[in-house]
């Protein structure tokens, strides 16, 4: 009920909506709407009452539940089921469970904090309360295992082009799907899958964003930023959630055309940080320097050498 009410009160442009109205619309009683009203001013929502006008919505808080998100969602499948935690290990760790349950493909976990945040290759993903965005979506989709890592790249473009919106700042990718602002990491994803013999049971596509953070540890403070740090913005972590899913779902259904991503490819180059520098290819058995020269078809980085061209599909890469 929060959601639809919620959803009202956002959409009503500035006007005062009448409880009549509220009531009438979502099938309750006035003294539902009245305590839902009440209950929402109670998590932050400042919303005016006027005798015979109705109630009108003044400000909104910076919280990440599902109400505050659901009440954002336009339609699409991502993001019509939100599962909220305030405070839980991981949401890719729960998604998976939730996934394996049987929840539908574009159903969002979203917590307000992690207490075991996992990053790529085993690291911790740092996860505090009340600034960061930290979900996760199910996909349960019918391509090629093959296909998986190519999610994580649209996932990056997501972030990336919801940030520009919102923020009106540049937001780079440092391949695969690290986004930087100037030369920060504010976002990390994880694309972890699950699979039998050649069939996929699920993907679950972990994004964490630093939104507000105030600062950063000593140690991390010259490679990680939040977009406040790097921006000096404070934005409400609900409305970008919003756009990530939705230019999530805009970039997964072009994907699904070709199973590839020529589709985007372009659009990808042009928001990557490598682009024409020298990269340092981590590889574990020969690491090597070249000049990053955009993303294949499907998603390696072209990294020239000595005149010679090669893909490199996994290994972490450096800009110099
Ligand atoms: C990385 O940069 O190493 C990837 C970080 C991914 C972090 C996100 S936060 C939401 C989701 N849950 C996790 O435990 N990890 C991902």
């Not at 999530?248 to 020529?262: C, G, Q, W």
């Not at 090669?310 to 972490?316: I, N």
Request: net charge neutral; charged share 25%; with cysteine.
């Amino acid at each position: 009920m929060k959601t639809a009410i919620l959803r009202m009160l956002r959409n009503s442009n500035e006007n005062y909506i009448s409880g009549q109205k509220l009531s009438e619309q979502l099938q309750v009683s006035r003294t539902t709407v009245c305590n839902e009203v009440n209950s929402l001013r109670e998590y932050g929502y400042e919303i005016d009452a006027v005798s015979r006008k109705g109630y009108l919505l003044k400000t909104t808080p910076d919280i990440v539940n599902d109400f505050a998100v659901g009440s954002l969602i336009k339609g699409g499948e991502f993001g019509k089921t939100i599962v909220y935690k305030d405070d839980i290990p991981s949401t890719n760790t729960l998604a998976k469970e939730l996934a394996e349950k049987g929840y539908e493909h574009g159903t969002v976990v979203i917590a307000d904090t992690q207490s075991s945040g996992r990053g790529r290759r085993g690291r911790n993903f740092m996860s505090p309360k009340g600034v960061g965005i930290f979900m996760t979506v199910i996909l349960k989709p019918d391509f090629s295992p093959y296909c998986a890592p190519m999610l994580t790249l649209l996932a990056a473009l997501a972030v990336s082009d919801a940030i520009e919106e919102i923020v009106e700042v540049p937001a780079k990718i440092k391949w695969p799907n690290d986004i930087v602002i100037g030369n920060k990491k504010i976002c990390g994803i994880l694309t972890e899958m699950s699979i039998q013999s050649d069939y996929i049971n699920n993907i679950v596509v972990g994004i964490g964003i630093n939104v507000n953070n105030p600062s950063f540890p000593e140690e991390l403070k010259n490679i990680a930023g939040s977009i406040f740090t790097e921006t000096n913005k404070k934005i409400n972590r609900d409305v970008l959630i919003e756009r990530v899913l939705f230019y999530f779902e805009k970039y997964y259904n072009i994907f699904l055309e070709t199973k590839d991503l020529s589709n985007v490819k372009v659009i990808y180059n042009q928001k990557l940080v490598n682009l024409d520098k020298e990269v340092k290819v981590l590889d574990p058995t020969e690491p090597y320097e070249g000049i990053a020269k955009g993303i294949t078809d499907n998603g390696e980085l072209i990294v020239e050498i000595n005149n010679q061209i090669r893909h490199v599909s996994s290994g972490e890469v450096s800009v110099r």
